[in-house]
Every structure is written in C-alpha cells, then in structure tokens.
C-alpha cells in the first residue's frame, strides 16, 4: 500500500464514485483539469502563507483570527462536490452516524489546534522559513504512518526522515535568523517549535484520517473524503470562534483593524483573500486526487513546499542566508527520496492489478 497521504485520502486503485463525465473526458480536457488544479495546489498554498505573513506584518496581531480563516472559507467546497457528484451507492452504512459525527468532532479539533500552532508559527518567523519547516511534515508522516499506517520503513524513508529532521536543525541552530522585526530570538524559536510541532500534529491527523477511512468508514468515494473534510472544517471554526470570543482578542479586532497599516478595506480583503486561498489549495488537492492519483498530488505538493520560499524571496524580500539555501537543498533531497519511495511502491500496486486482471480473464482459470 502506498504510504502517501494528504488532507484527503483516496486510494488509487478505488475508482468507486468516480462520476461518468469524467471518464468521457477527452486528453485535452483531462490535461486542461489537472493544470487548473495543479495551479489552485500551488497558488493557493503560497498564496495563502503569504498574505498569513502580510496580515502579521501590516499590523494585524490576533491568533485566532489567524486560526480561523484557515478553514472558515471552507463552504467553498461544496462547489466541486456539486459539480462532480459521486455516482448513488446502495451500500449500507458502515458505521453508525454516532460514529461518524464522533471522528469529525475529533479531528476537527485537532485541526483547530493544529492551525493555532501554525499561526504562532507565522507570527514569529520569515515566511521563508516557515514553509521550510513546514516540510518536515514528510518525516513525521513517514514515521507516524509506520506506526498506525502498517507502512514499511525502508532505506528511501528513512533517508528522507534524516535528511528533513537535519534541514530543520540546521534552521534552529542559524545563528543569522531572519525573524521579522521586532521579534526577539525567544520569540523566534517559540515560533520555530509551535511550526514543528504543528507539523508534527499535522502529519498525526493525515494518519488517523487513513486509519479511520480504512478501519471505521471503510470507504473511500470522492463525496465521502470530501464530505470528512468540509465537516471537519466546520468543526474546526467553530473552535476558532469560541478561542477568539473565549480569549477576548475579540474586543482588539476594531482597533487593529483602525490601526492595520494598509487601511481597513485591506485588512478585510487580507483576511477574506487568506480563507478563501487556503480553500482554493484544498480544492487543488482534491482535484488532483480525483483526476490523477494521490501520488501526484503528493509530488506537486511536495513542490509546493519548494516555490513559497521562493515567492517570499520575491514578495518580502527575505533574506536567503547560505544555510538557508543549504537547508532548502536538503529538504528537496528529502522530498526526492520521499516521492521516488511512493513512485516505487506505486509501480507495485499497478502491476499487483494488473496480474489480478489477467487471472481474472484467463480462461484456463
């Protein structure tokens, strides 16, 4: 089994649910889809990290604002759940709606807290630095997944963990850290945690959706992965709003708006511009899952990951320290032992089908 996962986790080889307009799609059209969602992926990601970053920046100062666009924008998603709706299914209910209703208060709390951590995260480093260890996302999912995943740890994982664990080290131990000014070093490397261990969180999270995709939900058709993630979401913002109103960062929102650098109209736009980008990457995800494989969308991801520093360099103008370069090159190291490990275990489940389809027209059987 592939050890690939993302926000939403498909198989690739369930073609269950696959809408029939899809498959009378002609090659160009099929192409015109996953550029569109390979641009919503990686504009959307970056995007969204950047203007989290320019929110900090021109003024704004609340965490929880900042946790809650990160999901609040998700009725978005309904719009490709309308358009490309899951063929109906007959099959009963593989567990109670309890049980459902159950994982999605679960995770969605999780992914409350796990936003919180990356908005700390934010607050206090370069956006350049923050999505370079945002990657290390990849060495806790292979680790986590090997616990709860049953995925094998061969020597491309583990070489890809090494590699991550020390770009990271590597951003801890600069002496030369570009942290946004008026940021002390304490705050910086409070930053620096709250983003490792938010990707820590984050990789968890990616775990138990499969594990309760493959062990409780035991099905995996674009309506229902979809569906985890919009619920979930909306369990998410609602702790977002009870954090902001509990914490009282309520009563300085007018304030930093009156106060944002760039003007009130720009303080809205920056925060309606943050949720629905975050939304749009989330679309960008699922699409590719749907129209390619979760390996693909797992490399472009991967890439992702990649050009958000370098649109911070070109945005911000953060600075690039020679170990800040020499960490970014590790870390696309790492993704390239991580992504050729799911290429390989994929080229396995392609020809495991394909030897289940020939014995299953041999006619000697």
Not at 100 to 116: E, F, H, R, S, T
Not at 210 to 219: P, V
Not at 283 to 299: D, R
Request: glycine share 6%; charged share 10%.
């Amino acid at each position: 089994m592939s050890g690939n996962q993302e926000p939403i986790l498909v198989k690739e080889e369930s073609v269950e649910g696959i809408p029939s307009p899809l498959l009378k799609l002609k090659s160009w059209q099929w192409w015109v889809l996953v550029s569109i969602n390979i641009l919503f992926l990686i504009g959307g990601q970056a995007a969204s990290v950047l203007l989290g970053r320019f929110y900090y920046d021109e003024g704004g100062n609340s965490k929880w604002m900042a946790t809650l666009v990160q999901t609040a924008a998700f009725p978005i998603l309904y719009i490709p759940l309308l358009l490309l709706p899951s063929s109906s299914s007959s099959e009963p209910a593989s567990c109670s709606l309890k049980t459902i209703v159950l994982i999605y208060v679960l995770l969605g709390v999780i992914i409350a807290g796990d936003n919180m951590l990356y908005s700390v995260g934010l607050l206090y480093l370069s956006a350049s630095t923050y999505s370079l260890i945002c990657a290390t996302q990849l060495a806790f999912n292979a680790v986590f997944s090997y616990f709860i995943n049953a995925q094998k740890f061969t020597a491309l994982i583990l070489n890809s963990v090494v590699l991550l664990s020390f770009s990271a080290a590597l951003i801890a131990l600069n002496d030369d850290a570009d942290a946004p000014s008026g940021v002390s070093r304490s705050k910086y490397v409070l930053g620096f945690v709250c983003t490792l261990a938010a990707s820590a969180l984050y990789s968890l999270l990616l775990s138990l959706m499969q594990f309760s995709f493959e062990k409780i939900l035991k099905k995996e058709t674009f309506s229902v992965v979809l569906e985890m993630q919009i619920y979930t979401s909306l369990v998410a913002t609602c702790v977002a709003v009870i954090g902001l109103f509990a914490s009282g960062e309520w009563r300085t929102l007018h304030g930093e708006m009156e106060g944002y650098h760039k003007g009130q109209a720009s303080y809205v736009l920056t925060l309606v511009g943050t949720a629905v980008t975050w939304q749009v990457c989330s679309v960008g995800v699922v699409g590719l899952i749907f129209l390619v494989t979760s390996l693909f969308s797992n490399v472009i991801s991967t890439l992702s990951l990649a050009v958000t520093p370098l649109a911070a360099l070109a945005v911000f103008r953060d600075k690039m320290s020679g170990v800040k370069i020499m960490a970014m090159l590790i870390a696309l190291w790492g993704f390239a032992s991580y992504v050729y490990q799911n290429h390989i275990d994929d080229l396995k489940v392609r020809r495991a089908r394909k030897q289940a389809q020939t014995g299953q027209v041999d006619p000697h059987c």
